[in-house]
Nanobody
Framework: QVQLVESGGGLVQPGGSLRLSCAASGFTSNYYSIGWFRQAPGKEREGVSCIKSNDGRTSYADSVKGRFTISRDNAKNVVYLQMNSLKPEDTAVYYC????????????????????WGQGTQVTVSS
């Protein structure tokens, strides 16, 4: 059973930075992707970024390109989301999720394609 645990959320001022972590365990395949998603109160869940396990290829939502960076530490089985230049509209609960995939597939920021989800971590951007 895949387990995902997010950490690193908190309160930050506009323009500030946070780094989220997603500790993953239980994978039975070397080929999977991990995505970050967020959901603000009253809004639909939004895909933020994703990364492939085998080659590290990434994808980003337009709303975070140039501000957020996803990375992985395969030795520790941790995926990070570095968030810079944070805006109040980035306020949300952030979730990481995983899905198995073929080695040739690109990762996806479509949440319905993911099987396993963490419990989420709150990010609040406010002065």
């Amino acid at each position: 059973q895949v387990q995902l645990v997010e950490s690193g959320g908190g309160l930050v001022q506009p323009g500030g930075s946070l780094r989220l972590s997603c500790a993953a365990s239980g994978f039975t395949s070397n080929y999977y992707s991990i995505g970050w998603f967020r959901q603000a109160p009253g809004k639909e869940r939004e895909g933020v970024s994703c990364i492939k396990s085998n080659d590290g290829r990434t994808s980003y939502a337009d709303s975070v390109k140039g501000r957020f960076t996803i990375s992985r530490d395969n030795a520790k089985n941790v995926v990070y989301l570095q968030m810079n230049s944070l805006k109040p509209e980035d306020t949300a609960v952030y979730y990481c999720a995983s899905r198995p995939q073929n080695w040739w597939q690109e990762c996806s920021v479509r949440g319905h394609e993911y099987n396993y989800w963490g419990q989420g971590t709150q990010v609040t951007v406010s002065s």
